[in-house]
C-alpha cells in the first residue's frame, strides 16, 4: 500500500521557521518526483514546490520562493520542506503528494498524504 505521512506542522509566530517531513512507503521512492501542496480554509489547492527523483532540479511558487526549500533523503524515503521567515498568509494545511514521473509535471500526481497543519500567528 502506498503511503505518505507528514509530519512537523505546529503554530509559530511570523517570521519563524519550520521543517515539514514526509515519510513514504509502499512504492520505489527514488524513481518519483514528489511535490508539497497547501490548502489554507475556504481557498483551493495550492501547489508550493517540486523535486525530481534525485534531487537535481527543484521548483518552487513565486509565493514561497526564498524562503522555503524542498529536499529529500533518498536511503531514508524521506521529503521534506523547510520553512522560513514565515507569514501569516502561510497557514494552511500541508500535504505532500507523489507525481507520476521521474520529473516534475504542473498538477500530475496520484497519491496524497493526510496533511500536517501550519499556522502561523502572533
Known amino acids: 500500500e502506498v503511503q505518505l505521512v507528514e509530519s512537523g506542522g505546529d503554530l509559530v509566530e511570523p517570521g519563524g521557521s519550520l521543517r515539514l517531513s514526509c515519510a513514504a512507503s509502499?512504492?520505489?521512492?527514488?524513481?518519483?518526483?514528489m511535490s508539497w501542496v497547501r490548502q489554507a480554509p475556504g481557498k483551493d489547492l495550492e501547489w508550493v514546490s517540486a523535486?525530481?527523483?534525485?534531487?537535481?532540479?527543484?521548483w518552487y511558487a513565486d509565493a514561497v520562493k526564498g524562503r522555503f526549500t524542498i529536499s529529500r533523503d533518498n536511503a531514508k524515503n524521506t521529503l521534506f520542506l523547510q520553512l522560513n521567515s514565515l507569514k501569516t498568509e502561510d497557514t494552511a494545511m500541508y500535504y505532500c503528494?507523489?507525481?507520476?514521473?521521474?520529473?516534475?509535471?504542473?498538477?500530475?500526481?496520484?497519491?496524497r498524504g493526510q496533511g500536517t497543519q501550519v499556522t502561523v500567528s502572533s
Open positions: 503528494v507523489k507525481e507520476t514521473a521521474w520529473y516534475h509535471q504542473d498538477n500530475d500526481y496520484d497519491v
Open positions: 509502499g512504492f520505489p521512492f527514488n524513481l518519483f518526483a
Open positions: 523535486i525530481n527523483n534525485y534531487a537535481t532540479d527543484t
